[in-house]
């Protein structure tokens, strides 16, 4: 198979039928072919946009395409996409430069979860792929379908089996969205954990790199991703997150309590002495204060008791 195939191979895979097959006018295909659902309907076509460089990308300076032969037509050409499919698309100019319309709200379709690992340079990158590899495996649970290589790092893809389509409830939410969501912060953590260039901040259904014959690092359409096995994955490694959390703030109190100053040993001795100056003496009185500040009860001392009281010194050597 010739790279130019495998990009393709992997673009159709990921994009499953969330565009028509063909260009609505001017196809180069004999036949235009519409998708046709059980009902005999034709499906719900959505669009995704891609931009030809990463400066474009930034200004939103995009194309929309709402076929696959647009899409294989202009590929090679771009840089960046947007994976996950919209269900319109619109431009905010006359001149159709700038693309409206990539947010979660507006999303028709969930294809694929991208994380995004981030290294100094190039050479950096080729130097750590073992290890972006062997986080990639999530332990071994998953593989990833595909991994492109950056100017600087890898977008490692877990492509869904299914697409996970959205549907809004009747409250507004988005539950397919927010599922993804969780997920996806879930990958960016546990990549965190083992690989410090990642960015945790990459939005889940934003844009990335688009499947190209220069940039494949790896590619195996049969590594697809069943959404509610990851679904899974992603719940018992929040739990553990949590569970790890609660030890270390356990563990952290008691490594407090442990160096209070009331557990030391000069504060046992002190306050244990018996040979204190009885008169009214700076022998006697650095000691109470001393005590009191080790007990932190300065507010006490201020608020209720008279240093020149002697029954108030004594309740202070009784706390």
Request: with cysteine.
């Amino acid at each position: 198979m010739s790279t130019t195939k495998t990009a393709q191979q992997a673009i159709d895979l990921i994009l499953h039928q969330g565009l028509r097959e063909t260009k609505a006018r001017h196809s180069n295909s004999n036949v235009l072919k519409l998708e046709k659902s059980v009902s005999g309907q034709q499906n719900k076509q959505g669009a995704i946009a891609m931009y030809r460089s990463k400066a474009q990308m930034a200004k939103s300076w995009g194309t929309i395409y709402t076929s696959k032969e647009a899409v294989y037509d202009n590929y090679a050409t771009s840089t960046h996409w947007t994976p996950n499919v919209f269900n319109y698309l619109t431009y905010t100019d006359a001149a159709k430069h700038y693309v409206k319309g990539t947010k979660e709200q507006n999303l028709s379709q969930i294809n694929t979860l991208v994380v995004d690992v981030d290294y100094g340079d190039a050479e950096e990158r080729q130097a750590k792929f073992a290890e972006v590899w062997d986080t990639a495996m999530l332990d071994v649970q998953f593989l990833p379908t595909l991994i492109l290589a950056t100017t600087k790092g890898y977008h490692i893809y877990y492509v869904f089996d299914e697409p996970v389509f959205v549907r809004r409830h009747a409250n507004g939410k988005l539950p397919a969205v927010r599922a993804a969501k969780a997920i996806a912060k879930s990958l960016k953590q546990y990549y965190a954990q083992k690989l410090p260039a990642v960015d945790v901040t990459c939005n889940s259904f934003g844009i990335f790199r688009v499947p190209r014959p220069d940039n494949i690092e790896y590619f195996e359409p049969k590594m697809t991703v069943d959404f509610q096995a990851l679904m899974t994955w992603s719940i018992n490694f929040a739990n553990d997150q949590h569970q790890i959390k609660a030890q270390t703030i356990q563990r952290s109190f008691k490594a407090r309590r442990t160096s209070r100053q009331i557990d030391q040993l000069w504060f046992q001795a002190l306050i244990n002495q018996t040979d204190i100056d009885q008169n009214v003496g700076y022998g006697r009185h650095n000691t109470i204060f001393t005590l009191a500040l080790a007990c932190d009860v300065r507010r006490k001392v201020s608020a209720n008791l008279n240093f020149g009281d002697y029954q108030g010194l004594s309740y202070l050597l009784c706390l």
